[in-house]
């Protein structure tokens, strides 16, 4: 039995020991900058002449790594391969599976500053982020071998006279394994290995944004012992091979996080049986959020407005979980704005690895544009505050950007926007805030800062979303801590790093069988 669960903990960079483990960790993987990396199936590494080079979002032009795009027959190959490997990998006992699992978040954390690099260079996280992300990697294969070991020994069952009853839990076959580029590193690996120790093969389609990242992964799955006919990695455009991956009648599962768009377009394809499928297709998703925070009446301003502009502004936005929207008591609306303003305007933005800056640039070129379009819709429907453009640099930078006066049926309200902006709302009361903040497609995470026990307690019974934070931000969810995961067009609320999670990709067998009195005996 492994000892109790603890979360990883996070490195003070502001000490000289870590500094400089992060300084010769960044300089180590400036050296493997701009290497190639190959498909991978059942352990063969495969290339093609079609190519795909991710970049250091902070530094435009400095290429990271350059990855295959694969074609539509490797993708299905790749599948193929994993199904045939799903037997000898299901058949294989927890035990080991674990010890597997145990052994990958060993090598994470030996490397984690090395993994830091990579999230800072190909990522444009900030070091505390990197940190984050990592940490939160090793902590769901902690929890998750942990997770397994129980569902691996035997349930209790209500045992019936003259029967001997009992329920194991199976693998479902082959998933496809779709992770984000803003979470890279965490939600990849906790998707892939709450797949792999629960008996499943997979099949990984990295993020065009991040894949170094993925093909790093990959690596230390076999330095973890996982063999390699329990999956494959397979980057390539999503018009050629992602709707083939979803489709492919051999696919039992797909694990995605990512864009409402694409989630949805997931779940329709993975919903129509193709012929030669014997199964209905489970799809487990995380489609993103526009998250609220409600500052009451009697708030403690300070404490709310660190707490807003961390959430908001916390790796450029570009978190599912952050705080796009903050509806503010109106009698107390201008004086928060103020005090969100001020310290908005204090922020510090620069290239990702210089530890100095607490914002770096927001993902791409592409991604810029977008933003830059919702700042002319602010401009537009409410009243800039602070920020609204373009910061110097050669990466891809925007200024933090606060908007008030949005009204619920503005865009700026309602439409995820995924980078440095949040939208202020003025509420009548208390009554108005919750009926704001709940007027959305979605419901991932939200926050309620109040020192009125009774407003804490119907926030509690009636803010819809899946994580609720009282009187602090609303990111920085724990695993084991904040089971993770929204109601409506958020996802599947299939709550990563709880303890229901891996029973999304396990089946369950009941046996009864019957005993005479003699073999009762």
């Known amino acids: 039995m492994l000892p109790p669960f603890r979360n990883e903990p996070y490195a003070d960079f502001r000490l000289p020991e ?20 190959p498909i991978l199936i059942v352990g063969e590494r495969l290339t093609t002449p079609d190519k795909h080079t991710s970049t250091n979002p902070s530094h435009a032009a400095e290429v990271v790594g350059v990855h295959q795009k694969a074609t539509a027959a490797m993708a299905s190959r790749a599948i193929e391969a994993a199904h045939a490997g799903f037997p000898a990998w299901a058949a294989t006992p927890a035990t080991d599976r674990v010890r597997m699992t145990v052994a990958c978040a060993r090598l994470i954390r030996e490397r984690k500053n ?4 990579w999230l800072v260079l190909e990522a444009g996280k900030n070091w505390n982020e990197a940190e984050a992300d990592t940490a939160e990697a090793i902590d769901f294969c902690e929890y998750y071998a942990r997770q397994m070991e129980r569902l691996a020994s035997p349930a209790e069952l209500v045992q019936m006279p003259g029967e001997r009853g009992e329920l194991r839990y199976l693998g479902l076959g082959v998933g496809v394994i779709i992770p984000p580029w803003n979470f890279p590193f965490a939600i990849l690996v906790g998707m892939t290995i709450a797949a792999l120790v629960t008996g499943n093969t997979v099949v990984i389609k990295p993020s065009s944004e991040t894949p170094t990242i993925g093909a790093k992964f990959v690596e230390l799955l076999a330095e973890a012992g996982f063999p390699a006919s329990t999956y494959a ?13 979803v489709e492919h009648p051999l696919t039992r599962f797909v694990s995605f996080t990512g864009s409402r768009e694409v989630g949805l377009r997931i779940n329709a394809l993975a919903a129509q049986t193709k012929p030669g499928q014997k199964w209905i297709k489970r799809v487990v998703a995380e489609m993103g959020g526009k998250d609220a925070i409600i500052v009451d009446a009697d708030a403690d301003l300070e404490a709310a407005a660190q707490g807003v502009v961390a959430a908001a502004f916390g790796y450029q936005g570009q978190k599912c979980s952050a705080c796009s929207r903050v509806i503010v008591d109106a009698s107390i609306h201008d004086s928060f704005v103020e005090k969100i303003r001020a310290r908005t305007e204090a922020l510090t933005m620069g290239p990702a690895e210089d530890p100095a800056y607490f914002m770096g640039p927001v993902i791409s070129a592409g991604a810029k544009r977008t933003i830059e379009a919702y700042l002319e819709i602010g401009r537009a429907e409410g009243q800039l505050v602070t920020g609204g453009g373009s910061a110097p640099g050669e990466g891809h930078y925007l200024r933090p950007t606060i908007f008030q006066g949005i009204e619920r049926h503005h865009r700026l309200f309602q439409e995820e926007i995924f980078g440095p902006v949040l ?6 009361d208390f009554d108005h805030a919750l009926a704001l903040a ?9 926050a309620i800062y109040s020192q009125t026990p009774a407003h804490l307690e119907r926030a509690r019974n009636e803010f819809f979303v899946g994580n609720l934070y009282l009187n602090r931000k609303c990111t920085g969810a724990m695993v084991g801590a904040h089971p993770f995961g929204g109601f409506n067009m ?17 089946q369950a067998k009941t046996i009864a069988e019957k005993v005479t009195a003699e073999k009762a005996s």
Do not use: C
């Open 490 to 506: 958020s996802g599947t609320d299939s709550k990563a790093g709880g303890p229901d999670y891996l029973l999304q990709f396990l």
């Open 18 to 37: 870590h500094d400089a483990a992060m300084r010769r960790a960044l300089a180590q993987v400036r050296g493997e900058l701009g290497r190639e990396y």
């Open 233 to 245: 990695f397979v980057p390539g455009s999503g018009a050629v091979i992602g709707d083939l991956l």
């Open 114 to 117: 090395e993994f830091n690099a």
């Open 423 to 428: 939208a202020v709302t003025r509420a009548r």
């Open 438 to 446: 709940n007027d959305s497609d979605y419901g991932l995470t939200g």
